[in-house]
Each structure stands twice: as C-alpha cells, then as structure tokens.
C-alpha cells in the first residue's frame, strides 16, 4: 500500500554532504568554463539541418537545483508525449539522485550522475560520464541549466547533433559557447517549467524561437510522489519515541535558514515570536534545516517550551525521511531557499 503526496520542493534538512565551495565553483566555472566553451565553438556546427532522424536516445541535463527537477515534470511528459520511442536519460549531481528516483523521471540505469562534493572527485566522475554518454550513443542533449557553463560542456562533449539550451542571444548573461544550436531565449516573464517544455520544442524548430509562441495556458501542478505505509509508518513510530512531548499536537514546522542566499531569510526573532505565539495556542514546533543551522534553531527556540518545541535540525537524513515529516505536520513555515 502507498500514500501519494505532493512534492515540496524544500531540502532542508534532507541529509546532504558538504560540497564544493560555492565561490570556487563559480571562478572555476568563469575561467576555465568560458575558456572551454570557446574553444568547442571554434570546432562545432553552429547549424543542424533541419530534417533529422526523430531523436531516438535524448539526455536531459539538469545538475544542481533539486527544484528544477520538480518542475521539469512537464518537460519530460512532453518529450514522452513527442518522441515515445526515445530512450531518456537524466545527468544530475549524485546529491539530487534520491530526488530523481522519486520523481520517477527515468529508469535508475538511465541515471547519470557527477559528485560535486570536491573538484577532483568531479573531474574524475566527468571524464567517466563522457565516456558512457559516447558509448550510449546520445543523439539529442536538452540542457535546462541557466547559470553555468559546465552543463553546455557536457552537451558538447556527449556527441550529439542536437543540443538544446538556453542562449543568451542579444541579452545579458552568460556567454556558454555558440555549439547550442538548438537556442532557446530565457523569459523571466514565462514560468520557468514552461520554458523546459519549450526546449522540447526547440528540437524540431525552424526559424521561429520557440519561447515567443502563445503559452497554452496550462499551470503548473506539482508532481506526486508514493510514500508506502510501512514506511511511513515506520517513521512516524521513531519520531513518536524521539519526540514524545509532541504527541497528541498539531505540528508547526519552521524552516528560519537562508542557505545560499541568507538575504532570503526572514529575521530570526521573527521566527521566535512565531514560536512562542504558536506554543501559546498549543501548537508543537519544530525547526528543521541542516546540521549547521542548530545554532540558530536554538536561539530561536531559546524562552519557549522545551517539550512541545523541539530542534529538528539535521533529523531527517534523506528527502524521503523529509517528505515523511511533512506528512506529520499541519502548517509549513518556510524561507524562499534552501540548504546549498
């Protein structure tokens, strides 16, 4: 038996490793990234004729953001829609393959993946990736990434013909090499899961960027996910042990971290009177977020009743173990971000 629950897209607290530092990624990715993108653009076809074989093996790059893979849902359904004979893989970092798998995106053995926990152990898996991509045979490369140079590497470097991604055109932004020759402009005024469904488009393009044609008009709806009862079960009889001044209570969690982006954050004293004016109704708190926001969860939580308010900062060791702790819960409090 299963439970079907919406997918939040919030990692706090899901169990993450360090990884590499943010700025060195991005120093690495200016220099060496804009270096290589414009080498590969000397030695590729910026044109692809535009009768081709229907793509028959097609990767999807999406690496860092686990969000982004919950809003690509649309994105896959229309290349399963458009090309059902294709065969789909996936390439993601190794920390976002849990939420690969429960998304149920693509077979597990269709999963590649790259560790970004340091620049070594990603040059290693890089080079092991490139060599499976060739010898996968990948004929089309859809990549959703917006911010880095590394993802249009990849394209590059898997061999297809047709490479998808988002280019710059005449705007600001990064240059990411002139081999996409299947460009898409990014619209901040479109939601970004539409644009993933118009680098599908994309592949079989003419003239016309896909992103001007009239949206169909269709939200978004978040993607559900199975949850089976015995886990779940399992889970809320430890919390049940773990916590036992919350038994009986409404639960309230609260997510007070910044992660990558600490502007984000609301003040922590805001998040402090929110607790004790939730303890005073009867409420049980809880804060979750990573090992690192302990300190800030025990400020927070500093004044207010020990029992029914409890640090669950670093509890949950996997996205699953997370979602199972949403299920617990009434009400989610969250920031706008989440753990880097």
Known sequence: MTSVYDFVMVDAGAGRGPGMDLLFQRKIDRIVGSLLCAGFSLFARNS?????PLPQK???????????????????EK????????????????????????????????????SDVSFGRFLTDSLRVVRKMRRIGIDTVIDCELFSRVSSIFSFLSGAVIRSGFYRFTQEGLYRGSFINRPVLYNP????????????????????????????????????????????????????????????????????????????????????????????????????????DRPLARAILSGAPEEACVDLTGYTRTVKELLMLFHRAALLITNDGGPG
């Not at 059902?84 to 269709?110: C, K, M």
Request: aromatic residues 8%; positive net charge; proline residues 7%.
């Open 48 to 52: 692809v004729p535009r009768r081709k």
């Open 79 to 114: 290349i399963r829609k458009t090309y059902g004979t294709a065969s789909i893989f996936v390439l993601a970092f190794e920390r976002n393959r849990e939420v690969v798998e429960l998304l149920e995106l693509v077979p597990s053995d269709h999963l590649l993946t790259v």
């Open 189 to 292: 005024y479109r939601h970004i899961s539409a644009q993933f469904v118009s680098l599908v488009r994309a592949i079989e393009s003419g003239g016309r960027p896909p992103v001007k044609e009239r949206p169909d008009g269709r939200e978004f709806r978040a993607p559900r996910i199975r949850l089976s009862r015995s886990d779940m079960a399992a889970f809320q009889k430890r919390f049940a042990v773990d916590f036992p001044g919350v038994s009986g209570k409404k639960l309230v969690l609260l997510y007070p971290g910044g992660g990558l982006l600490p502007i984000r954050a609301w003040p922590a004293e805001k998040y402090s009177a929110v607790v004790h004016a939730l303890a005073g109704r009867g409420y049980a708190v809880g804060i979750i977020g990573m090992g690192n």
């Open 58 to 76: 097609i990767l999807v790059i999406l690496l860092s953001e686990m969000g982004s893979l919950v809003l690509a849902c649309p994105m896959f």
